[in-house]
């Protein structure tokens, strides 16, 4: 609400109020005034009252100090106690619930002060007569003294009243404050949980992408390895030829059946993910794809957890894909498997002079071409890290190797 629109609600507020007071104190069979007829002074005063009461909500401060105002103005010039002053009443609401801190402060000690001041405005010598200690009138004597002058009755509880508006307007802004905090901590904790959630999603994301670049990697560089080894084929081989054929098509295969597990894991249906037994399955595809593998075991193996077989899994694939797309022709790959209290895998092969293997999908292409493009090494890491896992590279000029180890926990963290 903006504009008059949100000065409706105290603009009829004051208007109750100002139509009360007149109502009160103007003569309805006599409207006739004079000069010497009080009632200018009352109209002004109710006017004084109506606009506090319209100021409460929008400007407390202000009509704090225009009750203040109006006091001293009847005090000043002795007009007449009116009922409808106990409209202040809406002030004092007003203050507690929505003034500032001074304001709030400032309207709980005008309370006593103000019934003091009315008090002594009444009769002066009220306080004296009921604090006399000199004898000469009974206690009887001063209780009839003092219930005899009902105006300071009424006028101490006129006063007294405006202490329960006041503590209700601060029971209210307590409780307005409070449903304001839970409120902000409700959309705090929703704003949490939708950063958890978009973490959680984008730790998803990034781990189907090195799902994704691990499979397809490690079959295109196998199939490519088996092409070209085709190409050295005798032409009058054919079954030569069919084999190698036979063996793009399983490694495919093979990979379309990875695509498949690791999209499916999406969506929480994964199927069985690879364990310490398959790592054979991956040394013995690339001797399929016509390339000479060292493999060595160490040790007695264990069988690993799901978690730690799926990262041994991919980072051993991922190993054998840079050995491929870099390791020099001709040249064995040496495969390591140690089994000492936790697994440790190592790949050796030997590279070109001059080829940066930190690089692992960036591969160098007859005339100069470059092919890929990603993060493999870092993906590995990454997996290692997240099983309590690290890895090492290494790179020996003499003669050029290249080394990547990779340990992991035999059990999970």
């Keep these: ?91 004092a609401f007003g203050t507690a619930r929505w003034g500032s801190t001074a304001t709030v402060l400032v309207s709980a000690l005008s309370i006593p002060v103000a019934a003091t001041i009315t008090v002594l405005w009444i009769d002066p010598g009220v306080f004296y007569s009921a604090l006399s200690t000199a004898g000469f009138e009974s206690l009887v004597d001063r209780t009839a003294r003092w219930s005899d002058r009902w105006q300071v009755t009424a006028a101490v509880l006129g006063m007294s009243v405006l202490g329960v508006p006041w503590l209700a307007g601060l029971a209210v802004r307590f409780s307005t404050r409070a449903q304001q905090s839970h409120a902000s901590q409700v959309v705090a904790e929703a704003e949490r949980d939708q950063a958890e959630e978009i973490a959680r999603l984008r730790e998803e994301q990034a781990r189907l992408a090195r799902d994704v670049h691990d499979v397809v990697g490690h079959s295109l560089a196998v199939i490519l390895a088996q092409a070209e080894s085709a190409q050295y084929l005798p032409d009058a081989d054919a079954q030569a030829l069919k084999r190698t054929m036979d063996n793009i098509a399983t490694t495919a295969r093979s990979s379309l059946d990875d695509i498949r597990q690791v999209l499916a894991s999406t969506g929480g249906s994964a199927g069985p993910r690879p364990s310490s037994t398959d790592l054979d399955s991956l040394v013995e595809g690339v001797r399929a794809s016509g390339h000479e593998v060292q493999s060595t075991e160490f040790g007695t193996p264990q069988p690993l957890p799901p978690e730690l077989g799926a990262v041994a899994f991919r980072v051993l694939q991922e190993m054998l894909t840079n050995a491929l797309k870099h390791g020099r022709r001709g040249e064995p790959v040496r495969v390591e498997r140690h089994w000492e209290g936790e697994l440790r895998i190592e790949v050796q092969n030997v590279v070109e002079p001059g080829t940066d293997e930190t690089q692992p999908l960036t591969t160098a292409r007859p005339g100069g071409a470059q092919a890929g493009g990603g993060q493999g090494l870092e993906g590995m890491r990454r997996r290692l890290e997240s099983v309590g896992g690290r890895l090492d590279v290494r790179r020996r000029p003499d003669p050029p190797t290249f080394t990547a180890t990779a340990w992991l926990p035999v059990r999970s963290r």
């Design 1 to 91: 609400m903006t504009g008059w629109r949100a000065w409706a609600p105290d603009v009829a507020v004051g208007s109750v109020v100002l139509l009360v007071g007149l109502l009160e104190v103007v003569d309805l069979r006599n409207p006739e005034w004079y000069v010497d007829d009080p009632r200018p002074a009352l109209t002004l005063l109710v006017l004084g009252i109506a606009s506090a009461a319209a100021l409460a909500r929008q400007l407390p401060a202000v009509a704090l100090a225009l009750v203040w105002a109006i006091g001293a103005m009847q005090v000043i010039t002795g007009t007449q106690l009116l009922m409808v002053e106990l409209a202040i009443a809406v002030v």
